[in-house]
């Protein structure tokens, strides 16, 4: 049973350039969830989606990011024009159900911008 | 705002004696608690949950306890292994929407 799987593990982009994560949840998953945690930062949720639906993206910064999760396929968290503050570990989780379950997490994407 | 926090970011503890890990919370609305172990590097593992209907929930060396009146859970571990060292994080999640919140975490170091 695979677990959670995120790609790459680690990402270098330029300041100007675009991100592209990539996340493959656990099989019977249909709700993923995505985190971000800046150096000597917890866990800061960003956005939870279901197939085709984006269900609570609060914690997504309004410009640049966007995320989706397809009928077929990964979910992929989108950066645009990427900037040094981007530069931190994001985390993708996925769970069976939306309540009183644990989440599964994949081993994260290490995003640096130089 | 922090609806969920550990305010200790770091704790020692000798191998063979209790970790007792603290986590408090603000929202009367979280009803489901988790506690996940981190290792540098890696994501986030499972470790154990509890729900608002228990005030204790034990799994071999790992035991969380829910105190609802005072917003307050705590993870113990007994005894303690140098294996055990890790970046532990609360989390809670209930009907207030859609995510799991989750502390800054505790960083545990079990001296052997």
């Known amino acids: 049973n695979a677990g959670v799987m995120q790609n790459p593990r680690h990402l270098v982009r330029r300041r100007g350039q675009e991100a592209r994560l990539r996340c493959s949840p656990m099989?019977?998953?249909?709700?993923v969830y995505w985190y971000r945690q800046l150096p000597e930062e917890g866990l800061k949720f960003m956005v939870y989606l279901q197939k085709e639906n984006i269900i609570d993206e609060s914690g997504m910064p309004k410009e640049r990011f966007s995320a989706e999760f397809p009928k077929e396929g990964p979910s992929i968290l989108r950066i645009q024009q990427v900037v040094r503050g981007d530069s931190a570990a994001y985390f993708c989780?996925?769970?069976?159900?939306?309540?009183?379950?644990?989440?599964?997490f994949g081993q994260g994407t290490r995003l640096t911008v130089v | 705002d922090q609806q969920v926090k550990q305010n200790s970011p770091s704790l020692s503890v000798q191998e063979g004696r209790i970790s007792i890990l603290n986590c408090d919370y603000t929202n009367s609305m979280f009803d489901y608690f988790l506690w996940y172990k981190k290792y540098p590097a890696e994501g986030p593992t499972f470790l154990i949950s509890?729900?608002?209907?228990?005030d204790k929930n034990e799994d071999g060396r790992f035991t969380v306890f829910l105190n609802k009146s005072a917003k307050h859970l705590s993870l113990h571990i007994v005894p303690s292994q140098p294996g055990d060292s890790a970046v532990y994080f609360c989390?809670?999640?209930?009907?207030?929407?859609?995510?799991?919140?989750f502390g800054t975490g505790t960083s545990l170091t079990v001296i052997p």
């Open positions: 509890i729900s608002s209907i228990k």
């Open positions: 989390a809670a999640s209930g009907n207030t929407g859609n995510q799991f919140y």
């Open positions: 989780a996925s769970s069976p159900i939306s309540r009183n379950t644990e989440a599964f």
């Open positions: 099989k019977g998953h249909s709700h």
